[in-house]
Each structure stands twice: as C-alpha cells, then as structure tokens.
C-alpha cells in the first residue's frame, strides 16, 4: 500500500516538475508564451530522468534504485527549502 503512495507521489511530482517547467503558466512560472525560456536545460532532464527513474524502481520494488531515486530527491529538496 505504501509503495503504491509513492508511486502515484512520484507520478504527481514528476508531471508538475516537467508541465512548470516546460509550460507557459504565466504567473506561476513566469513563463507567459512559447517557446519557455529554460535556464536550466540539462538539470531540468537530469532531475525528469531521476524522477522517472525512482518510479520505475519503486513500481518494481527494486530497493538499490529506490534509495538511488531517493537520496538525489532528497538533497533536491534540502536545496529548494534553502532557496
């Protein structure tokens, strides 16, 4: 039960990280037209990759690439709460 919590957790997460950052939402991003202007390209496909990655792992229960998706997450985190 818990590992289905996570999927969908990383599902929602991964789907609002890629539509904030590759979407005009105006206000919400500052983005108001096409093409999004993306400073941060390549982070942006790392941190996609990582999350996708960890959702796959947790869907298949494999626990090297679950605490491999997690520990990056983590210290993603930690950086935004500074920010």
Request: net charge positive; aromatic share 20%.
């Amino acid at each position: 039960m818990k590992r289905t919590y996570a999927v969908w957790s990383l599902i929602v997460l991964f789907l609002y990280y890629d539509i904030d950052r590759w979407t005009p939402l105006g206000k919400w991003n500052g983005e108001y037209r096409w093409p999004v202007h993306n400073d941060q390209f390549y982070l942006d496909l790392v941190v996609g990759a990582i999350v996708l990655g960890a959702t796959f792992c947790f869907r298949s229960t494999f626990r090297p690439g679950m605490v491999l998706g997690t520990a990056p997450m983590g210290l993603w985190t930690y950086f935004h709460l500074q920010s």
